[in-house]
T-cell receptor
Framework: AQSVTQLDSHVSVSEGTPVLLRCNYS??????LFWYVQHPNKGLQLLLK??????LVKGINGFEAEFKKSETSFHLTKPSAHMSDAAEYFC??????????????FGQGTTLQVKP | ETGVTQSPTHLIKTRGQQVTLRCSSQ?????VSWYQQALGQGPQFIFQ???????GRGNFPPRFSGLQFPNYSSELNVNALELDDSALYLC????????????FGSGTRLTVV
């Protein structure tokens, strides 16, 4: 069985300071991991994905995440927050491919607030 | 290249009614998945269609059903609506069951009164 836990429901940072959104996962096999962002009244946008290649994954808008198997973590970081980063962030685990039944498992979400 | 388009954007229905939500996949995608996102929650997987056949289903009752058409567009049908069905319904399309990731639409906001 797979699951994902986002450790913070709400994170508040000042503009220009680093962002850290924490995610732990559970999977009985090598997972595919994703981070999605959802702005108010918008759909989900893929920030980045890990599919067993490089453990440090670079995404869009300056975000990156590091896959740490020993810690079962996939934390999302950004060196410098921008006001436009304020949104809901979801850590997601899935198993795409020929055996995939389509089930992406979403965490509960982390609301990122960016203060001027 | 067009993205995923969902219609309508907003909908209000009465308890007990039936509703059909529509999704146009991104060009070249042959897989469609549907998710329900209740307020303040992460999306929950309803089901997935691959080449017009259901190939995965989440923990939703049979009154949630779907179709995928030859052009890979899709419908989500919900019968006997309940108040708890009020949510944002998201459609996601992909190539080959998500091998290269999923593209999500902006969703349909369903309110059941």
């Amino acid at each position: 069985a797979q699951s994902v836990t986002q450790l913070d429901s709400h994170v508040s940072v000042s503009e220009g300071t680093p962002v850290l959104l924490r995610c732990n996962y559970s999977s009985s096999y090598s997972p595919s991991l994703f981070w999605y962002v959802q702005h108010p009244n918008k759909g989900l946008q893929l920030l980045l994905k890990y599919t067993s290649a490089a453990t440090l994954v670079k995404g869009i808008n300056g975000f990156e995440a590091e896959f740490k198997k020993s810690e079962t973590s996939f934390h999302l970081t950004k060196p410098s927050a921008h006001m436009s980063d304020a949104a809901e962030y979801f850590c997601v685990v899935g198993s795409p491919g020929s055996s995939n039944t389509g089930k992406l498992i979403f965490g509960q979400g982390t609301t990122l607030q960016v203060k001027p | 290249e067009t993205g995923v388009t969902q219609s309508p954007t907003h909908l209000i229905k009465t308890r007990g009614q039936q509703v059909t939500l529509r999704c146009s996949s991104q060009s070249g995608h042959n897989t469609v998945s549907w998710y329900q996102q209740a307020l303040g929650q992460g999306p929950q997987f309803i089901f997935q269609y691959y080449r017009e056949e259901e190939n995965g289903r989440g923990n939703f009752p049979p009154r949630f059903s779907g179709l995928q058409f030859p052009n890979y567009s899709s419908e989500l049908n919900v019968n006997a609506l309940e108040l708890d069905d009020s949510a944002l319904y998201l459609c996601a399309s992909s190539w080959d069951r998500g091998s290269y990731g999923y593209t999500f639409g902006s969703g349909t906001r369903l309110t059941v009164v």
